[in-house]
């Protein structure tokens, strides 16, 4: 069954062009180590909410935007695999492709897929 990494973060609206070449570049690398698709997205639509929400979630300023991002996988097992040998890439290393973002603020995490139509 395959298996999704996912996660949201704010990004300052003015790194789009570098979050864009950040995301290009990690896409290659996890699909390189397994990834069937990796799929980043900028927020166009997000709503505050009252109780929860993505900008709320994220601590979002407002010179920043959402990014919604995930990444599919044939399995958890080939994930696990993946993403350590992503993790361990000199192309993702800081020095190579920093991060346009503040990382302390990225919520993530991994998922059994249950519906895909």
Sequence with gaps: ???????????????????????????????????????????????EGKLTSFPMAVKLKADETVVFSWIIWPSHEIRDAGMQKAMEDPRLQPDACPMPFDGQRMIYGGFKMLVNA
């Design 1 to 47: 069954m395959s298996y999704v990494d996912g996660c949201v973060l704010a990004v300052p609206t003015a790194n789009l062009e570098a979050f864009k070449q950040h995301a290009q570049t990690a896409a290659k690398v996890f699909k390189g180590y397994g990834a069937l698709s990796v799929v980043d997205c900028w927020g166009d639509d997000v709503p």
